[in-house]
């Protein structure tokens, strides 16, 4: 067997096994939770449980990107904004419902950020960041220009989401739907980082050029990352044009790019827990002093630096030493 195959072979090893029985231990814990808050809860609770959601999945597709294959990206925003406006047009337009819209917004964003990845090939570090920040405000303002079709400046209403007829407008059915995608789009992630992709694209991280010396085809990694982080990503924001029911594009900004990097980086880099747990921090946190003036985001800051200063590997670090640096 050759190099490559050795390292990205998909062999179930009782280590192999135990990690995966501990990622599924930790992903029903999180849906159990998840789908208890959103049935007793309600209004403006259930409203930051689905914002938590959202960015969960953002987090993970950004993760996929920035943690398993070490491409960075200023310009997710730019995806996200893709997902959003495309599931609501195509569901205002042409009257599909949301379940297929969202998964079609995901898949435009998918070749997009495909397409993106190509020219970005021979990019690495701060120049790939800068890319990616022209395109997320290259996105930004197309929104703004094409009146038309994205009403600009004015906004976009979003149809209320219906399932075979019955709504489900109101943020506590909404949550179930946020669940049942995130618990898949988890699960998923889980499996791509155990998997064969997964262990080239930790390798592409490590070293390209090692990578690509055992055999490992570094550009059509790089394309696969950025193309599964477009589509979670897109996915994230048909759903959050669902929660919102109405889109502006002032929303879809630099500081929501840079606000999906620091949630992996508060989770914990390369790690799908880490993306779970810095979504629900990214949320949380702020909220507990929204009734303080600048105290929001004057805490999340601090937050930040701490984070980075006393636990590099992130939230995930504090599950223990066994979960440093792993899924």
């Known amino acids: 067997m050759s190099v490559i195959n050795r390292i990205t072979a998909g062999r179930s090893t009782p280590r192999v096994r135990l990690k995966q029985s501990r990622d599924q231990w930790f992903l029903a814990g999180f849906v159990v939770l998840y789908a208890g808050i959103a049935l007793f809860s309600g209004g403006y609770v259930v409203y930051l449980l689905n914002l938590i959601g959202i960015f969960a999945l953002v987090a993970i597709g950004l993760t996929i990107l920035s943690g398993f294959s070490g491409q960075s990206s200023l310009g997710h925003a730019g995806f996200f904004a893709i997902g959003a406006y495309a599931s609501a047009i195509i569901t205002q337009r042409y009257g599909l419902p949301f379940w297929v819209a969202i998964p079609l917004a995901g898949a435009i964003a998918t ?13 690495k570090d701060l120049y790939l960041a800068i890319a990616t920040l022209g395109f997320g ?10 009146r038309s079709v994205t009403g600009g400046g004015g906004g976009l209403q979003v149809p209320a989401p219906e399932f075979f007829g019955i709504s489900v407008a109101d943020g506590s059915r909404f949550a179930w739907v946020i669940a ?57 924001g048909g759903l959050y044009a669902n929660v919102l029911r109405y889109l502006n594009p002032e929303s879809f900004d630099i500081n929501m790019s840079i606000m999906f990097l620091a949630m992996i980086v508060i989770g914990g880099m390369g790690s799908v827990r880490g993306a779970l747990l810095g979504a629900a921090f990214y949320v949380v946190v702020p909220e507990a002093f929204r009734g303080f003036k600048d105290a929001p985001g004057l805490v999340f800051g601090i937050s930040l630096m701490l984070v980075v200063i006393l636990l590099p590997g992130g939230l995930n670090s504090l599950l223990g030493k066994r979960s440093r640096g792993r899924p």
């Open 111 to 123: 070749v997009i950020g495909a397409l993106i990845a190509l020219p970005a090939l021979r990019l």
């Open 137 to 146: 405000i290259v996105t930004q303002k197309t929104i703004f220009e094409w």
């Open 180 to 236: 049942i995608t995130l618990a898949a789009g988890t699960w998923a992630a889980f499996r791509l980082a155990s998997g064969r992709t997964g262990r080239a694209l930790s390798m592409l991280r490590e070293n390209p050029t090692a990578a690509a010396c055992i055999g490992i085809r570094v550009a059509r990694y790089k394309v696969i990352a950025f193309a599964l982080s477009a589509f979670y990503t897109a996915v994230g």
